[in-house]
C-alpha cells in the first residue's frame, strides 16, 4: 500500500550579514550618500538574498565623525539579520574664499579699517561655519595713496583653509582744517 505525506520544507535560516568599515567624504553641496554594496563585505544566504538595505544611507554636515550604521539583510524565505559597520563621515572640502577689492578712505583722525566679512562676503564654505581673516586690517595716514595686496584666509572647523587677495587702496580725501586767529600787526 502507499499512502501520500505532506513534507513542507522550511527555511529558517537567517542571511549571514557581513559589513567593513569605510570613510565617505561631504561634497560641495555638504552631504554624500551611500549604497549597501559600499558596507557589504560578501553577505550570504543559504537560498539567496532577496534584499539588502542601510539603517541610514544619506549624511550631512552635522553627521561628519564616526557613525553606526546597520546593513539589513532578508532571505527569499523572509529571514532577516543585520550587522553594524562603523561608517565615518568627512569634510576635506575648502571654504571657497572670494575676496573683493575695495577703496576705504581715511578718517578725520587719520585711520581706516576693514574687516574680513566687509572684503569675503561672497565666501561660503559647504557646512556653512566658516571664519575668515585678514593679514592686515587697519590703515593711517603713512599708507595713504597706496594699494595693498591683502590675504583673506577662510578656514573652517575641520581643519580645511583656502585663501584669495583683496587689492584695498587707501585714501585720504579729508581735507585740512584751517584756523585763524586775529593778529594785530604795527608798523
Same mark, same amino acid.
Given at each position: 500500500?502507499?499512502?501520500?505525506?505532506?513534507?513542507?520544507?522550511?527555511?529558517?535560516?537567517?542571511?549571514?550579514?557581513? *559589513?567593513?568599515?569605510?570613510? !565617505?567624504? +561631504?561634497?560641495?553641496?555638504?552631504?554624500?550618500s551611500?549604497?549597501? =554594496?559600499?558596507?557589504?563585505?560578501?553577505?550570504?544566504?543559504?537560498?539567496?538574498i532577496?534584499? %539588502?538595505?542601510?539603517?541610514?544611507?544619506? !549624511?550631512?554636515?552635522?553627521?561628519?565623525?564616526?557613525?553606526?550604521?546597520?546593513?539589513?539583510?532578508?532571505?527569499?524565505?523572509?529571514?532577516?539579520?543585520?550587522?553594524?559597520?562603523?561608517?565615518?563621515?568627512?569634510d576635506?572640502?575648502?571654504?571657497? #574664499?572670494?575676496? %573683493?577689492?575695495?577703496?576705504?578712505? +581715511?578718517?578725520?583722525?587719520?585711520?581706516? =579699517?576693514?574687516?574680513?566679512?566687509?572684503?569675503?562676503?561672497? =565666501?561660503?564654505?559647504?557646512? $556653512?561655519?566658516?571664519?575668515?581673516?585678514?593679514?592686515?586690517?587697519? !590703515?593711517?595716514?603713512v599708507? $595713504?595713496?597706496? *594699494?595693498?595686496?591683502?590675504? +583673506? *584666509?577662510?578656514?573652517?572647523s575641520?581643519?580645511?583653509?583656502?585663501?584669495? #587677495?583683496?587689492?584695498?587702496?587707501?585714501?585720504? #580725501?579729508?581735507?585740512?582744517?584751517?584756523?585763524?586767529q586775529?593778529? *594785530?600787526?604795527?608798523?
Open positions: 500500500t502507499t499512502q501520500t505525506a505532506t513534507i513542507t520544507v522550511l527555511d529558517t535560516i537567517a542571511p549571514n550579514i557581513v *559589513t567593513q568599515n569605510d570613510t !565617505f567624504y +561631504l561634497g560641495v553641496n555638504g552631504t554624500v551611500i549604497l549597501p =554594496s559600499t558596507i557589504n563585505n560578501g553577505s550570504s544566504d543559504n537560498c539567496g532577496d534584499t %539588502i538595505w542601510l539603517s541610514t544611507s544619506s !549624511f550631512d554636515c552635522n553627521d561628519v565623525g564616526a557613525n553606526n550604521i546597520y546593513l539589513n539583510g532578508k532571505d527569499v524565505s523572509g529571514n532577516i539579520d543585520s550587522a553594524v559597520s562603523i561608517v565615518t563621515i568627512a576635506t572640502q575648502a571654504p571657497v #574664499t572670494i575676496a %573683493i577689492d575695495t577703496t576705504i578712505y +581715511l578718517s578725520a583722525t587719520g585711520t581706516a =579699517s576693514v574687516t574680513p566679512a566687509e572684503i569675503g562676503y561672497l =565666501s561660503s564654505d559647504n557646512c $556653512a561655519t566658516f571664519n575668515l581673516a585678514l593679514s592686515d586690517s587697519s !590703515f593711517t595716514c599708507d $595713504a595713496d597706496s *594699494t595693498f595686496a591683502i590675504i +583673506l *584666509t577662510g578656514s573652517d575641520y581643519g580645511n583653509t583656502s585663501t584669495d #587677495t583683496s587689492f584695498i587702496t587707501v585714501l585720504d #580725501t579729508t581735507p585740512p582744517v584751517a584756523t585763524v586775529n593778529l *594785530t600787526v604795527y608798523l
